[in-house]
């Protein structure tokens, strides 16, 4: 029977030893890596030489945030225990306790406080996410580790799969007789020997099909940023840069965004560990930026509420690239001008056809005199004009920062429905106003989603077939490239 030269290596290794051991130690013997010694040892099952049984254990381990906190408690402890020991807390106040934008949420969801006025402790009984991170802290092997712990990323869940093999006569036979079988490869003993003059060579079959190999090339979702980039500098525009993390400064304040607006919790954002905010943000701007929120723009009235240059100092990955925007129009430009990018986006959605944590966001400013909502459709007109949309339609819209506002939408080519693919509006005089913007110059603006502008052109009903851990490779192989 025809083995091949891995074959015989790993059945000679087994018969040369007790018999019975596993592919880890077989690749130890015979210098095999352990993928070839469990792919030799399927071929010998398949054949009758060897038994093997398969068993997979699963161990559990922390990682370097999940050690901390073994060490040091998880987040929300530590509030529930600064709670406890203080009276009367705040909202504000406990977020000077040391974890509080991780903590807090979870805090909540155990039921390990009362959130009002004040913020009143409950009854907090030791957990079992807090006995397993102890126990793994001790080097003990647990079972059941709540999944809690994987999901936040301080325990990692690892399969441990052991093939065990055992020779059988017939393996032992074939191993131990003079008549080897057929030589399924040259080997450097064989020709070194002469041995390969008498031995019985298997034959090479040249039309076997061979496996499959793709070559690299530039991902579709690529593709479309770069001919967007082409599109809006045939337009007149020129293009942005800026940090993926910034200020919620340049993020929302810039943006008339009152500090306590809903889209403003954790719970819509990534907020970063360390460091946890900007060192310094520019005097004049913080204090105009403080007294149109709290006092509004000229024939406006503001918030007036509390604006805390603290908040303003934490550093998130940005929601929205328009915070490029705001740091360009606070360099202090002249109009006429025209500016965009194209650039990743960051955000706590939950995951469906048509959100990801992260995708692309087209954004885009025309800062000029005499600018008018006809300027701005007719801007999107000519932009998807360039990708043969035609059907865009403009429904009313409700931001803070824009007035007027509008949703943009296109129709699905294969379901016929109507996606939203973008929101623009014409920026209201309170995110104008402090950088010194005449009264008579007017802002448009607009951000849009590439891969929403994918799935218009290509017809893909889920963005995750394009982009993400789901995304279908064989689709990203053989996909045409379509625009006009």
Not at 126 to 141: F, K
Not at 170 to 197: F, I, M, N, P, Q
Request: proline share 4%; hydrophobic share 35%.
């Amino acid at each position: 029977m025809t083995l091949t030269n891995n074959e015989r290596r790993v059945l000679d290794a087994l018969a040369e030893g007790d018999g019975d051991t596993d592919a880890e130690a077989l690749a130890r013997t015979t210098g095999l890596g352990r993928g070839p010694v469990e792919g030799a040892v399927e071929l010998l099952a398949e054949k009758g030489y060897v038994n093997v049984d398969e068993t997979a254990e699963t161990l559990y381990k922390l990682t370097d945030e999940g050690r901390g906190y073994a060490d040091d408690g998880l987040p929300e402890r530590r509030l529930h225990d600064y709670l406890v020991e203080n009276d009367d807390v705040t909202t504000d106040e406990l977020r000077d306790v040391e974890g509080f934008e991780i903590g807090i949420g979870h805090l909540r969801r155990k039921g390990w406080a009362e959130m009002g006025a004040t913020v009143e402790p409950n009854e907090a009984s030791r957990g079992d996410d807090e006995e397993a991170l102890e126990a793994l802290a001790s080097g003990e092997n647990v079972d059941g580790v709540p999944e809690t712990l994987v999901d936040r990323g301080l325990v990692e869940r690892e399969e441990e799969r052991t093939v065990n093999v055992r020779i059988t006569d017939e393996g032992r036979e074939s191993a131990e007789g003079d008549d080897r079988g057929t030589v399924g490869a040259l080997t450097h003993d064989l020709l070194a020997s002469g041995d390969w003059k008498d031995a019985d060579l298997a034959e090479y079959n040249v039309e076997a099909d061979a496996e499959t190999t793709h070559g690299g090339r530039e991902h579709i979702l690529r593709q479309m940023a770069n001919r967007v980039k082409e599109v809006m500098t045939d337009m007149g525009f020129q293009e942005m840069e800026g940090p993926h993390v910034d200020a919620e400064f340049y993020i929302n304040d810039h943006l008339f965004m009152p500090q306590d607006h809903p889209a403003r919790t954790h719970w819509d954002k990534f907020l970063v560990e360390e460091p946890q905010r900007i060192d310094e943000l520019p005097d004049e701007a913080v204090e105009n930026i403080r007294n149109v929120h709290r006092e509004g723009a000229e024939g406006g009235d503001g918030y007036h509420s509390e604006w805390d240059r603290d908040v303003a100092r934490t550093l998130n990955l940005r929601g929205h690239t328009t915070s490029l925007s705001m740091r360009y129009l606070a360099e202090g430009v002249e109009p006429p001008a025209r500016y965009f990018s194209v650039d990743k986006v960051y955000r706590n959605d939950t995951l469906d056809p048509t959100h990801l944590l992260e995708f692309f966001q087209i954004e885009g400013w025309v800062m000029a005199r005499d600018l008018s909502v006809r300027d701005l459709m007719g801007t999107f007109v000519e932009f998807y004009s360039h990708f043969g949309i035609e059907d865009i339609e403009f429904k009313p819209h409700y931001n803070p920062y824009t007035e007027p506002s509008f949703e943009i939408f296109g129709e699905h080519p294969e379901t016929g429905e109507q996606i939203e693919i973008g929101n623009s509006g014409m920026f209201r005089r309170e995110v104008v106003e402090p950088h010194g913007i005449d009264d008579d110059v007017e802002v448009m603006a607009w951000g849009l989603a590439l891969e929403r502008l994918l799935m218009l052109i290509y017809g893909f009903e889920d963005i995750r077939d394009v982009h993400g851990t789901l995304c279908d490779l064989e689709l990203l192989r053989e996909v045409p490239v379509l625009w006009n």
